[in-house]
């Protein structure tokens, strides 16, 4: 009797004793929720009567309809712990070891703040990563627009940076997970502009009026000409002239004006070139003298004035052609031509004639042979109002003509053939200008 209860006792209690949950294997982790995958259960004693799962972190369980040794999983989002429970007859159920799916977020590198367009540098200052997601693994830089980068040895989410002077991109490497993608910040950049230079406007000048022509150069400047300016009242107001370029020409201007350059680089201050004066001023005169009449082979004394350098021309028939009081003695009537350099570069010129008058000849041969048969006076066409008069050796006038047409052949008034001898003559040229020319005729037959 007492060997039928035990072995009652036995065979209740089931036939291999106490419920032994077991182990768990295929814990994993994951990136992302493209996974799938198995939990196996061993070493385990009575029956599976569930799996459970739980996704925060063992607090709360929910049931699964599996009762295998195998709990599958697909595409699981979140941590997810996974074990079984186990019951060994009328033996209390026991819990299999715990095996977890960790679903490790991404990285998210986050926002940097900061960057911006500077004069010449940045000055000092700090950039800061915000809405991280991970650790910073290091910092980048780059001076080549994101060609090439360099790290910067810095696993902070704050990077102190001193004045940059140069354009230059900043970035930042973040890691959640070292199996897991690695992700990149935003790029801030600093743009640079160099310091507005408004370089050399050259040169000042003082040019004649309405004679001018130059270019005016704006040389080693920093920056873009945005215009140039000019003032005709010594700088008080100015006028906008739309010109971008770094030449201007100027052309016959008559009155003194002032010209400046504005340039400006980037976002610096527009700053202007020193100004450049063209003054403006009237040539001086020159002034030939008066024209003059001399004999053929005479000479006379030019009596020009001005300030400044002379030349004349032609230089023939004169002493020197550079000074203002050459002696002239050209054997036909010239127009001489003063040209005047005054000590602005100024050239003004006026002119003189110097009339030659051919002698009036001392004797002819009147005797029809067809040589020097009349008494000839040059260029006798260009004295219309003269008078001739010939007296003998004692005073008498014998022949007297007006105007005098060259055509005494040595015969009187009275019609009488003159004796070869010695006459005088006056001829008044009657133009009010020219002196009365008298001298002696000899008549030779």
């Keep these: 009797m007492r060997l039928f209860i035990l072995v009652f006792l036995f065979v209740s209690s089931g036939l291999f004793g106490q419920s032994i949950g077991g182990n768990t294997s295929g814990s994993a982790d994951y990136c992302n929720a493209l996974n799938s995958g198995f939990i196996s259960l061993n070493d385990y004693t009575g029956i599976i009567i569930e799996w459970q799962t739980s996704v925060d972190n063992g607090n709360s369980w929910t049931p699964t309809l599996n009762l295998t040794a195998t709990q599958s999983y697909n595409n699981v989002a979140v941590t997810t712990w996974f074990r079984a429970i186990v019951q060994n007859g009328t033996f209390p159920p026991?819990?299999?070891?715990?095996?977890?799916?960790?679903?490790?977020?991404?990285?998210?590198?986050?926002?940097?703040?900061?960057?911006?367009?500077?004069?010449?540098?940045?000055?000092?200052?700090?950039?800061?990563?915000?809405?991280?997601?991970?650790?910073?693994?290091?910092?980048?830089s780059s001076v080549d627009n994101g060609s090439t980068w360099l790290t910067i040895n810095n696993t902070s989410t704050s990077y102190n940076y001193a004045a940059i002077s140069q354009a230059t991109n900043f970035r930042a490497i973040v890691s959640n997970v070292a199996t897991c993608p690695n992700d990149t910040t935003n790029s801030v950049i600093f743009q640079i502009s160099p310091a507005t230079n408004p370089g050399i406007l050259s040169s000042s000048d003082t040019v004649c009026n309405a004679a001018n022509n130059n270019t005016l150069l704006l040389s080693g400047y920093d920056g873009l000409i945005t215009n140039w300016e000019s003032s005709t009242d010594n700088g008080i107001s100015w006028a906008n002239l739309p010109i971008t370029a770094d030449s201007l020409i100027y052309t016959n201007i008559t009155n003194t004006i002032w010209y400046r350059v504005n340039v400006k680089s980037g976002i610096c201050p527009s700053l202007t070139s020193n100004i450049v004066r063209l003054t403006v001023v009237n040539p001086e005169e020159a002034n030939a003298g008066e024209d003059k009449t001399i004999i053929q082979y005479k000479e006379t004394i030019l009596s020009a004035s001005g300030n400044g350098n002379a030349q004349w021309n032609p230089a023939n028939g004169l002493s020197s052609a550079v000074i203002f009081t050459p002696t002239?003695?050209?054997?036909?009537?010239?127009?001489?031509?003063?040209?005047?350099?005054?000590?602005?570069?100024?050239?003004?010129?006026?002119?003189?004639?110097?009339?030659?008058?051919?002698?009036?000849?001392?004797?002819?041969?009147?005797?029809?042979?067809?040589?020097?048969?009349?008494?000839?006076?040059?260029?006798?066409?260009?004295?219309?109002?003269?008078?001739?008069?010939?007296?003998?050796?004692?005073?008498?006038?014998?022949y007297m003509e007006s105007p005098y047409k060259n055509g005494w052949n040595g015969i009187a008034n009275s019609g009488k053939e003159l004796a070869d001898d010695i006459y005088y003559y006056t001829f008044d040229y009657g133009d009010g200008k020219k002196e009365i020319a008298s001298g002696f005729i000899l008549i030779k037959r």
Excluded: Q
């Design 94 to 140: 026991d819990t299999s070891s715990i095996a977890i799916i960790t679903i490790h977020p991404p990285a998210i590198a986050g926002t940097i703040n900061g960057g911006g367009t500077f004069c010449s540098n940045s000055g000092a200052g700090t950039l800061t990563i915000v809405g991280i997601l991970g650790n910073v693994l290091n910092w980048e």
């Design 328 to 398: 002239a003695s050209p054997h036909n009537t010239t127009t001489y031509t003063l040209t005047l350099t005054d000590k602005h570069g100024c050239v003004t010129k006026d002119s003189i004639t110097i009339t030659v008058i051919i002698p009036i000849p001392s004797a002819f041969t009147p005797n029809n042979d067809g040589v020097n048969d009349f008494f000839i006076i040059d260029k006798i066409n260009e004295y219309p109002n003269n008078i001739l008069s010939i007296t003998n050796r004692w005073g008498m006038e014998v």
